[in-house]
């Protein structure tokens, strides 16, 4: 167990409305990232972060934003959902220790109709 | 950039057999890690097993093993004795390491196994 929990775990919005899902670790390590799964694509990193306020954009990262504020939070925000969104979010970490290897929260699966 | 290509959707294996899940990845990198991640009905996320690009013998974990074909970009997966409880998807992850810099992952498509009685 990493110590990484995500909330919502589900959620349904419609099109147009802001989301955010969050990610909270508690073991104060220092790199934390978001993925999107969907089928046929595997996951897909949205943005990474590697230090309080310090994040940057992955591959698939338009129409998304983050923020990081505090160690222990990493906050993914759709500013203004679409059905394209529609996915399975996981948030991961990697262990200061053991710098290659990322583990993962246990997913927010996000519905928007 | 990084591509991975898992190329078996799907596969089926009855319990107590092994099967060999395939991966080939293309990279002009030398120094990264190769990963093999299940994830289960439940959709947790689960490391498998590692490979270090500079390492020349194949990792393995109880069960599971890696044949690790750098040359010919290869990282195939194999499950010994396989157990209902492997019934998953599989992805194959690669990632490229820089000291002092974020280490991305890149998946592939992943294959589901199914283990049949």
């Known amino acids: 167990d990493a110590g990484i929990t995500q909330s919502p775990r589900h959620k349904v919005t419609e099109t147009g409305t802001p989301v955010t899902l969050r990610c909270h670790q508690t073991e104060n390590h220092r790199y934390m990232y978001w993925y999107r799964q969907d089928p046929g694509h595997g996951l897909r990193l949205i943005h990474y972060s590697y230090g309080v306020k310090d994040t940057d954009k992955g591959e698939v990262s338009d129409g998304y934003s983050v923020s990081r504020s505090k160690t222990e939070d990493f906050l993914l925000t759709l500013e203004s959902a679409t059905s394209s969104q529609t996915s399975v979010y996981f948030c991961?970490?990697?262990?200061?220790?053991?710098?290659?290897?990322?583990?993962f929260g246990p997913g927010t699966r996000l519905t928007v109709t | 950039a990084q591509t991975v290509t898992q190329s078996q959707p799907e596969m089926s294996v009855q319990e107590a057999e092994t099967v060999t899940l395939s991966c080939t990845y293309d990279?002009?990198?030398?120094?990264?890690?190769l990963f093999w991640y299940k994830q289960p009905p439940s959709r947790q996320m689960i490391l498998v097993i590692r490979q270090e690009a500079y390492k020349q013998q194949n990792a393995t974990e109880n069960r599971f093993s890696v044949n690790f074909q750098k040359a010919a970009k290869s990282f195939s997966l194999k499950i010994s004795d396989s157990q209902l409880g492997d019934t998953a998807m599989y992805f194959c992850a690669f990632m490229k390491f820089r000291t002092g810099t974020a280490s991305k992952l890149t998946f592939g498509t992943g294959t589901r196994l199914q283990v049949t009685l």
């Open positions: 990279t002009s990198e030398s120094n990264y890690y």
């Open positions: 991961a970490i990697i262990r200061d220790s053991l710098f290659y290897e990322q583990y």
